[in-house]
């Protein structure tokens, strides 16, 4: 199987609440590799530009707030399946529907504040990696 790389956040309401260690522990368990990570806050224009695809969705303006409440720790992950593996971690969007021993199964607190987020497919992959990295900050 492919090695991939995949992008990762550590939303606010888990940074905020100390999990960013034990996020990436779960990440780190599943076999992905962390080949590149920082600390960002966020400004509204780059959560507006990093989410336009939900910009007609009602839970936008919901949204951009929640991103700018705090840190972010966006990541790029690399592994076999990196993507699906990732999203598999991660659980579903609505960690009420999460199967257990997934990220926000055990750690999200709604749907809005669901500890994480990941790359949904190959492209976004590469355009979400691109939006927030340069390809020196990524050290495989
Ligand atoms: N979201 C929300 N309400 C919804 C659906 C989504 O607040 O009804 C937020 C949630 O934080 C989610 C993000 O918008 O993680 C992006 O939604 P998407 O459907 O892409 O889910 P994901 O890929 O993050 O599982």
Redesign the pocket.
């Known amino acids: 199987m492919a090695i991939e790389r995949t992008f990762s956040m550590i939303k606010p309401d888990a940074t905020k609440r100390n999990l960013t260690g034990a996020i990436t522990k779960m990440l780190e368990d599943a076999g992905l590799r962390v080949v590149a990570s920082k600390r960002v806050w966020m400004t509204r224009r780059q959560a507006e530009a990093f989410?336009a695809v939900?910009k007609d969705r009602p839970?936008f303006g919901?949204?951009v707030e929640?991103m700018t409440s705090g840190p972010t720790v966006v990541q790029v992950l690399e592994g076999e399946n990196a993507i699906a593996k990732n999203r598999e971690v991660?659980g579903a969007?609505n960690p009420a529907e999460a199967a257990e021993g997934t990220i926000r199964k055990t750690f999200a607190l709604s749907?809005?504040e669901?500890s994480v987020?990941?790359s949904?497919g190959p492209e976004t992959a590469v355009q979400e990696i691109r939006f927030w990295f340069s390809e020196t900050e990524i050290v495989g």
């Open positions: 989410y939900h839970f919901e949204l929640t991660m969007t749907i809005g669901n987020h990941g949904d």
